[in-house]
């Protein structure tokens, strides 16, 4: 560990959920949210959205797909996922266990922390899929957990990608994103 790293205060989630405006947490750092994401990424995000409801509400398995809510890894790491797909209930005010599915939508801001520190991050927990969306490249990375290791998985925009996530089944056509 760095000495700067060291030197910075270190803060958990009880202090988190006192700060107004957007922040994600991680190892205790603070990262601010800010400014808005720009209209380009809230209109991709509202059509995957979109997208995945309407692929889980035809298979009828009780998954959800969540907007950004509060995922808690640890007492000093909180993310904020674009998007997430849950099959379990959540119960409390916050995610407290590893979602089936993760989207991260790259913006300039976002693209390094998303990649470097949230890609291992999400390996780790074993979260199924973790899929990262270039709205400037217009491309989406699925990245699929097998054997406790992300394995890139090869995605045509034209065609659909099934997902497996245990009792729930589904296929999505990610050209839809675009339109």
Same mark, same amino acid.
């Given at each position: 560990?760095?000495?700067?790293?060291? &030197?910075?205060?270190? *803060?958990?989630?009880?202090?988190?959920?006192?700060?107004?405006?957007?922040?994600?947490?991680?190892?205790? $750092?603070?990262?601010?949210?800010? =400014?808005? =994401?720009?209209?380009?990424?809230?209109?991709?995000?509202?059509?995957?959205?979109?997208?995945?409801?309407?692929? &889980?509400?035809?298979?009828?398995?009780?998954?959800?797909?969540?907007?950004?809510?509060?995922?808690?890894?640890?007492?000093?790491?909180?993310?904020? =996922?674009?998007?997430?797909?849950?099959?379990?209930?959540?119960?409390?005010? *916050? /995610?407290?266990?590893?979602?089936? /599915?993760?989207?991260? $939508?790259?913006?300039?801001?976002?693209?390094?922390?998303?990649?470097?520190?949230?890609?291992?991050? *999400?390996?780790?927990?074993?979260? =199924?899929?973790?899929?990262? $969306?270039?709205?400037?490249?217009?491309?989406?990375?699925?990245?699929?957990?097998?054997?406790?290791?992300?394995?890139?998985?090869?995605?045509?925009?034209?065609?659909?990608?099934?997902?497996? /996530?245990?009792?729930?089944?589904?296929?999505?056509?990610?050209?839809?994103?675009?339109?």
């Amino acid at each position: 560990m760095s000495s700067a790293f060291k &030197l910075l205060p270190q *803060y958990t989630y009880e202090e988190y959920i006192q700060w107004e405006g957007r922040w994600e947490l991680i190892d205790g $750092i603070p990262y601010a949210m800010a =400014p808005m =994401p720009v209209p380009k990424h809230q209109w991709v995000a509202g059509n995957i959205h979109s997208v995945f409801r309407e692929a &889980l509400k035809k298979n009828s398995c009780g998954c959800k797909v969540y907007q950004p809510i509060d995922y808690k890894l640890s007492e000093d790491t909180v993310f904020n =996922p674009d998007l997430l797909i849950v099959c379990k209930p959540i119960i409390k005010r *916050y /995610l407290d266990f590893t979602p089936d /599915l993760v989207v991260e $939508i790259l913006s300039e801001g976002t693209a390094m922390k998303d990649r470097h520190t949230k890609y291992p991050k *999400y390996e780790a927990e074993g979260i =199924p899929y973790y899929l990262m $969306i270039d709205i400037e490249t217009q491309t989406v990375e699925i990245y699929k957990l097998v054997m406790g290791k992300y394995q890139h998985q090869a995605v045509e925009q034209n065609s659909p990608y099934d997902f497996n /996530l245990g009792d729930c089944s589904f296929a999505v056509l990610f050209s839809a994103i675009w339109e």
